[in-house]
């Protein structure tokens, strides 16, 4: 099974940045569907965004719409979800996954499912001032 490693996480104060990191030890992603979804103490898992196989399928979750940004890098076979004007709401571990859903029924229909299954241990962003 495919593992993943997100990292880039930790404590900001409220409107900051972050940029998290998804990578495969010793594969790339190239032509993997990516997702990226959260979660915040005490609630669900909630869908953030993904990027399809092809990288114009990309979609975002209204509540970081505008403020969150996907993209994907070749060359360091790396998926990378760029936070900007975070707020004490973006609190919560953050992952990123593939499965069947994003492969074969696309980006947008995994966005707004309700199965999120990690493949790594996540990584923390903190929105506190």
């Known amino acids: 099974q495919l593992q993943l490693v997100e990292s880039g996480g930790g404590l900001v104060q409220p409107g900051g940045s972050l940029r998290l990191s998804c990578a495969a030890s010793g594969l790339s992603l190239d032509y993997f569907a990516i997702g990226w979804f959260r979660q915040a103490p005490g609630r669900a898992r909630e869908g953030v965004s993904c990027i399809g196989e092809s990288d114009g399928d990309i979609h975002y979750a209204d509540s970081v719409k505008g403020r969150f940004t996907i993209s994907r890098d070749g060359a360091k076979h790396a998926v990378y979800l760029q936070l900007n004007s975070l707020m004490p709401e973006d609190t919560a571990v953050y992952y990123c996954?593939?499965?069947?859903?994003?492969?074969?029924?696309?980006?947008?229909?995994?966005?707004?499912?309700?199965?999120?299954?990690?493949r790594g241990q996540g990584t923390r962003v903190t929105v506190s001032s």
């Open positions: 996954t593939t499965d069947n859903v994003l492969t074969f029924r696309g980006c947008s229909v995994w966005l707004h499912g309700k199965d999120f299954d990690s």
